[in-house]
């Protein structure tokens, strides 16, 4: 065993590809994406920032909204939760982002469709409030809520 065996797993599948010369194309490729500026698929540190901007305000909300409920006990987590779900899909369903992705420039837009549907965004939140579809993503950097719902975060600008 050398370094090289090492590194083909440390670096990622990705690598491994490359190094055998088998070339898999940008992200978004396969779904007609330009390879970068507006529209191409957005990077994870922009959507993780989103989504942790969209659950701070989620928390300050629920914080608002019910202050019978010290924050930090399992009820005040019930109702960030809530209203990450209503605040999360209604601001999808009506502007294509939600509040943490339209001041990082991102949006979620659906595949072969001029805009996110009801049932799409329901089902892409519901997905995400689950978490471990949102941490396991495709080649085209897709997570499993947005292939379930047919939808890709894009760059806004």
Not at 43 to 64: E, M
């Amino acid at each position: 065993m050398d370094r090289r065996d090492v590194a083909t797993w440390v670096s990622g599948p990705r690598a491994a590809l490359d190094a055998a010369g088998i070339d898999i194309g940008y992200r978004g490729e396969r779904l007609g994406l330009p390879p970068d500026g507006v529209g191409s698929v957005a990077g994870y540190g922009k959507r993780f920032g989103a989504l942790f901007i969209d659950w701070f305000a989620s928390a300050l909300v629920a914080h608002l909204m019910f202050p019978q409920f010290a924050y930090g006990t399992q009820q005040s987590g019930v109702a960030t939760l809530i209203v990450f779900f209503i605040m999360k899909s209604a601001l999808t369903m009506l502007g294509g982002a939600s509040f943490g992705q339209r001041i990082l420039a991102i949006r979620v837009i659906a595949l072969g469709k001029p805009y996110v549907n009801p049932w799409r965004a329901l089902v892409r939140t519901l997905l995400i409030c689950l978490v471990i579809p949102a941490v396991i993503w495709d080649r085209d950097g897709r997570g499993l809520q947005d292939r379930a719902a047919g939808t890709v975060v894009v760059k806004a600008r």
